[in-house]
């Protein structure tokens, strides 16, 4: 999707490409407040839109063009977050950000093996701590001020007297939400383990599932484990948590066998190492995994056809 550009003004205007050269940091910023590609994208747009519905002479006045984006996209996405709560009650099961595949990874998916298009919004996501699935996870049990002010401050370093402005609060009472986020960070955050160590066993995660040895299956498993999948009411799948480590292997099996011919593909999911299901050539499943004590902690699997569509649009077009 591309940028509008109002009318008088041209692309080779240097101010003009600084500032749809912000694009890329708002959509960081987006995303990670919203957990939502699609979202942080119409988020994104419509700041660009506000940008150009204005004067040329009231442009010309804002001081800082980039924090000006930046203040409008926050609150867009601080509307956006409390209308969110909402509609995620009545959302069909459980509700999981959605994933985003690696740069390298997704534009090898596309046929002919083109370069990517640059105004493709996961592209522009840059893959670090701050969207691998368990932190999104995190977010999502924030109000929505803290999410805001939490993201801002701890991730993107803006001042809380910066932060103030945009959520029209104290610096002080910035400082306290963003305090309260980062516990909330600290109280869910397992050890860290090491990409190459994950990246282990994740595959042998995905061996174990695909010679359906449940024995395997549950020994990779952590005993207290739990897989929570988001079908978002368009694909069939459970509509509440799997808990423990043999109810887990259980339905993985019974998976294999409801859908003979699953391919199993490790990929990079959110920065980490993850697993793609795809059948008779089509993704249906991306799973994230949290690991704690060297086995598999947490298993976030997106079959929502609509959180799949960074996914599916390279690889079928």
């Not at 969110?84 to 998916?109: C, F, H, K, Q």
């Not at 282990?200 to 599932?209: D, I, N, Q, Y």
């Not at 294999?256 to 699953?262: H, I, Q, R, S």
Request: with cysteine; glycine share 8%.
């Amino acid at each position: 999707m591309s940028t509008p550009t109002e009318p008088g003004h041209s692309w080779s205007d240097p101010a003009l490409s600084a500032l749809v050269g912000e694009r890329r940091r708002l959509t960081n910023l987006a995303y990670r407040l919203l957990g939502s590609l699609a979202e942080a994208e119409d988020a994104v747009q419509e700041t660009y839109a506000r940008w150009y519905a204005m004067s040329r002479q009231r442009q010309e006045s804002v001081e800082s063009p980039g924090a000006w984006l930046t203040t409008v996209a926050s609150r867009i996405c601080l509307d956006v977050l409390g209308s969110a709560r909402v509609r995620r009650e009545r959302y069909v099961g459980e509700w999981i950000p959605e994933p985003l595949p690696d740069r390298t990874e997704w534009m090898s998916g596309r046929a002919g093996g083109g370069d990517a298009d640059p105004t493709d919004p996961a592209d522009l996501v840059t893959l670090d701590e701050s969207v691998n699935m368990a932190f999104l996870v995190v977010l999502e049990s924030m109000t929505p001020a803290e999410r805001v002010a939490f993201i801002l401050h701890d991730v993107f370093r803006y001042r809380f007297a910066e932060i103030a402005e945009i959520v029209g609060r104290t610096p002080a009472a910035c400082r306290q939400l963003a305090s309260s986020a980062r516990q909330r960070v600290r109280a869910a955050q397992a050890p860290a383990v090491p990409a190459a160590g994950q990246a282990g066993l994740v595959r042998h995660f995905k061996e174990a599932w695909e010679a359906k040895d449940i024995g395997a299956l549950v020994g990779l498993l952590d005993p207290d484990a739990t897989m929570t999948a988001d079908g978002g009411g368009l694909v069939g799948t459970v509509l509440r948590p799997v808990e423990g480590s043999e109810r887990i292997a259980q339905y993985l099996i019974h998976i294999a066998d409801k859908a003979p011919g699953l391919v199993l593909l490790e990929r990079t999911v959110n920065g980490r190492p993850g697993l793609v299901a795809q059948h008779t050539g089509v993704t249906v499943t991306v799973a994230a995994f949290s690991l704690t004590g060297g086995r598999v902690a947490r298993i976030w699997a997106v079959r929502n056809p609509a959180k799949l569509r960074p996914w599916t649009e390279r690889g079928e077009s």
